[in-house]
């Protein structure tokens, strides 16, 4: 199980640096970032990317290094606050996606390590039979008799 928490305390890290710098840009320089053009915005309730940019550096980019340092300090909240934080990536880039009328590989790429974010966290839940994974667990070897 120490390579299923060194690799999240990893993904979280990657994740969360570049979020918060993607997200910095966007704040910094709401009407091009990165060399953006406001008009892909277009299917999207934003005229700029200021609100986007604020969203992915607090949610995504803190969160994923808030989820880091719990990885760190050893919390029994690892399981849940990685899970969270994984499923919010994952719903980021599908509204994204859909609000961009796009995918291009950066969206592949950052929706697969969400869902393998998520897969983990769930493992680091069975782990330590936290809720919900004890009742199923529980359930199973109920079953098995």
């Known amino acids: 199980m120490k390579i299923v928490y060194r690799l999240l305390?990893?993904?979280?890290?990657?994740?969360?640096?570049?979020?918060?710098?993607?997200g910095l840009e966007a704040?910094?320089?709401?009407q091009s970032p990165m060399g953006m053009p406001t008009t892909t915005l277009k299917n999207s309730p934003f005229t700029n990317f200021l609100i986007p940019g604020i969203i992915l550096f607090v949610v995504i980019?803190?969160?994923?290094?808030?989820?880091?340092?719990?990885?760190?300090?050893?919390?029994?909240?690892q399981g849940?606050?990685?899970?969270?934080?994984?499923?919010?990536?994952?719903?980021w880039i599908i509204v994204q996606?859909?609000?961009l009328n796009d995918i291009v590989f950066l969206h592949v790429l950052f929706f697969s390590i969400g869902v393998v974010q998520a897969v983990l966290s769930i493992a680091v839940l069975f782990e330590r039979?936290?809720?919900?994974?004890?009742?199923i667990l529980s359930l199973y070897s109920k079953l098995r008799r």
Do not use: D, E, W
């Not at 849940?80 to 719903?91: C, D, N, T």
């Not at 039979?129 to 009742?135: A, D, G, K």
């Open 27 to 30: 704040i910094l320089n709401p």
């Open 9 to 22: 305390l990893i993904l979280h890290l990657i994740v969360g640096i570049g979020a918060m710098a993607g």
């Open 61 to 77: 980019g803190l969160g994923n290094i808030i989820s880091a340092l719990v990885f760190i300090f050893k919390t029994k909240l």
């Open 97 to 99: 996606c859909i609000m």
């Open 80 to 91: 849940y606050i990685s899970g969270v934080i994984s499923f919010a990536l994952v719903i």
């Open 129 to 135: 039979r936290q809720f919900p994974t004890n009742i």
